[in-house]
T-cell receptor, first 112, second 110 residues
Framework: KAGVTQTPRYLIKTRGQQVTLSCSPI?????VSWYQQTPGQGLQFLFE???????NKGNFPGRFSGRQFSNSRSEMNVSTLELGDSALYLC???????????FGSGTRLTVV | GENVEQHPSTLSVQEGDSAVIKCTYS??????FPWYKQELGKRPQLIID?????GEKKDQRIAVTLNKTAKHFSLHITETQPEDSAVYFC?????????FGAGTRLTVKP
């Protein structure tokens, strides 16, 4: 079956713009989580969604938001982009609470 | 109580030696502890995991141990090979989210 699909793979935006990233989980997976990965910072938790509900949110400013649709696809939005938002954004999905995550290939966002 | 501490941040071993990476956590509600391997330019891949009701799990050259009382867990790689070179992340999950350690860059020298 298809893995976790993230689009686009690469994105270049200018400061002040907004961006929307998309994640399609593995078919049947109901949970989607988003992580920001920067060199030296590891994987920083953004938020997790399960059945269209946000279950938890990491320590990111309100410019970072997300949502999940009824088909489990998820989007992440970052408004008023800053240079420091440049990172690899990874989406991961899982079947349910007792299962591990499968990661997508990520969207590499560059803010100039 | 959310974060995971991972040590060391870098580890260099000779091919054939063992490598050990350690993580500690503080959230007592954590019930699942996976380990991910991320090669350069690739996505993190789950390599082994352990649940809170198990103390040790082994899969060929890889093993993970969990001490729930002390709130720490470790990854052990035996007979290391150059292809084991990557960044390894530990993580802990409770019912709401999964948090990762900062990663360990393992280099296996041939």
């Amino acid at each position: 079956k298809a893995g976790v699909t993230q689009t686009p793979r690469y994105l270049i935006k200018t400061r002040g713009q907004q961006v929307t990233l998309s994640c399609s989980p593995i078919s049947g997976h109901r949970s989607v989580s988003w992580y920001q990965q920067t060199p030296g910072q590891g994987l920083q938790f953004l938020f997790e969604y399960f059945s269209e509900t946000q279950r938890n949110k990491g320590n990111f400013p309100g410019r970072f938001s997300g949502r999940q649709f009824s088909n489990s696809r998820s989007e992440m939005n970052v408004s008023t982009l800053e240079l420091g938002d440049s990172a690899l954004y990874l989406c991961a999905s899982r079947w349910d609470t007792n299962y591990g995550y499968t990661f997508g290939s990520g969207t590499r966002l560059t803010v100039v | 109580g959310e974060n995971v501490e991972q040590h060391p941040s870098t580890l260099s071993v000779q091919e054939g030696d063992s490598a050990v990476i350690k993580c500690t956590y503080s959230d007592s509600a954590s019930n699942y502890f996976p380990w991910y391997k991320q090669e350069l330019g690739k996505r993190p891949q789950l390599i082994i995991d352990i649940r809170s009701n198990v103390g040790e799990k082994k899969d060929q050259r890889i093993a993970v141990t969990l001490n729930k009382t002390a709130k720490h867990f470790s990854l052990h790689i035996t007979e290391t090979q150059p292809e084991d070179s990557a960044v390894y992340f530990c993580a802990r999950r409770n019912n709401n989210d999964m948090r990762f350690g900062a990663g360990t860059r393992l280099t296996v020298k041939p």
